[in-house]
């Protein structure tokens, strides 16, 4: 079983930083994708960032220039650097990655989420 653990969200005001961190634990034996996704109240989550075992990354629109997603393979981790934050940034983000294991074949897991909220 692989368990994600994500950390680094919190309250900002609009134009400021956040840089949200989630590491990966458990019997992996390799981990593929990784990706960030949120969901503001009322709303479906949504991918924010997604970044492949080779570091190529792809963002929703609504983030290009503003955020950057990047991973560490020797800490399991992935991170989301949020830059010019707006308060339609609001929302609990998630963390999601799939791979396999040593012992349980394919993996794919979820984070519980860390809130963000942009208000002034």
């Known amino acids: 079983q692989v368990q994600l653990v994500e950390s680094g969200g919190g309250l900002v005001q609009p134009g400021g930083s956040l840089r949200l961190s989630c590491a990966a634990s458990?019997?992996?034996?390799?981990?593929?994708?990784m990706a960030w996704y949120r969901q503001a109240p009322g709303k479906q989550r949504e991918l924010v960032a997604h970044?492949?075992?080779?570091?190529?990354?792809n963002y929703t629109d609504s983030v290009k220039g503003r955020f950057t997603i990047s991973r560490d393979n020797t800490k399991n981790a992935v991170y989301l650097q949020m830059n010019n934050l707006k308060h339609e940034d609001t929302a609990v983000y998630y963390c999601?990655?799939?791979?396999?294991?040593?012992?349980?074949?394919?993996?794919?897991?979820w984070g519980q989420g860390t809130q963000v909220t942009v208000s002034s």
């Open positions: 999601r990655a799939d791979g396999s294991s040593w012992f349980d074949g394919d993996w794919d897991s």
């Open positions: 458990g019997t992996i034996f390799s981990i593929n994708d």
């Open positions: 970044i492949t075992s080779g570091g190529h990354a």
